[in-house]
């Protein structure tokens, strides 16, 4: 499969095209896993996983996708490297990519990605930045799809803080052809200049009931990310009129799914009962992103190859 970029840092560095390309492997490798497919194509392939910040689903399943591949993880933490402390991030990049076929990065800055793949000879994924998070769409686009089928035409509502997730269901709304509303409190807003670029798609309010009126997927995440924690309290008041709870639910369209990212707090930004219910596919999302990154690094190992 030819794909228009080398490395995934954002959404729109694939084509439409080709993103639901990877979805539908995704998709597929999911019933071969199930099924005990032996999908080890990529024999003696080496994903190094730097991390910034700590990660669970990340680590999990970049780590277990690669092995399943075949191939090999090598984690490395801040205290197991020189990257932008001693050493300049585009000469690490030069030395790591050197030695290894693929790199994962999940950091604090953006442009962190962007420089080390400005310098990178194999393919870089962006696992998370303070402004995108790429690969988890992947995989809520994928439990949209498996369980609704195309969403392109449908209505999605971002419900809370205008992160990094949000920054990149707007990119998710041009890519995958869906329209966006996002509720978040004022001051909680994503970047302006994404606003704008996607304006004839996505609509900001900040009255949650109104934004979710008649949504077909409903998403949220914690409302204090990764390095925000001081804020934690101030938060909480600002954000507790947008919890997704059974009442805000009502709202939406009655077959509407709900999706987290986690790790979620459980009564703040989610209700529990909503979290547990049986009906709940969060969990499905939470291992799609083994899939979906399988998918996505099948496709770039080949695309490295020349294949």
Partial sequence: MSMTGQHFLTLLDFSAADLLRIIERAIEMKRERREGVDQRRFPG?????VFAKSSTRTRVSFEAGIAQLGGNAMFLSPQDTQLGR????????????SMVDLVMIRTFGHDIVERFAAHSSVPVINALTDDFHPCQLLADMQT???????????????????????????NAARQFDFSLRIACPPGYEPRRELLEANR???ELLHDPVQAVRDADLVVTDVWASMGQEDEQAARIERFTPYQVNAELMSHAASDALYLHCLPAHRG?????DLMDAPDSVIWEEAENRLHAQKALMEALLLTNRGA
Avoid at 45 to 49: D, G, I, Q
Avoid at 86 to 97: H, L, N, Q, T
């Fill in 144 to 170: 949209w799809i498996e369980r609704r089928g195309a969403i392109a035409g449908r209505s999605v509502c971002w419900v809370g803080d205008g992160n990094n997730m949000c920054q990149s269901y707007i």
């Fill in 86 to 97: 001693g050493e300049p991030i585009e000469d690490s990049a030069r030395v790591i990519s």
């Fill in 200 to 202: 004839d798609r996505v």
């Fill in 45 to 49: 392939s080496v994903l190094a996983m």
């Fill in 268 to 272: 703040e930004e989610i209700s529990a």
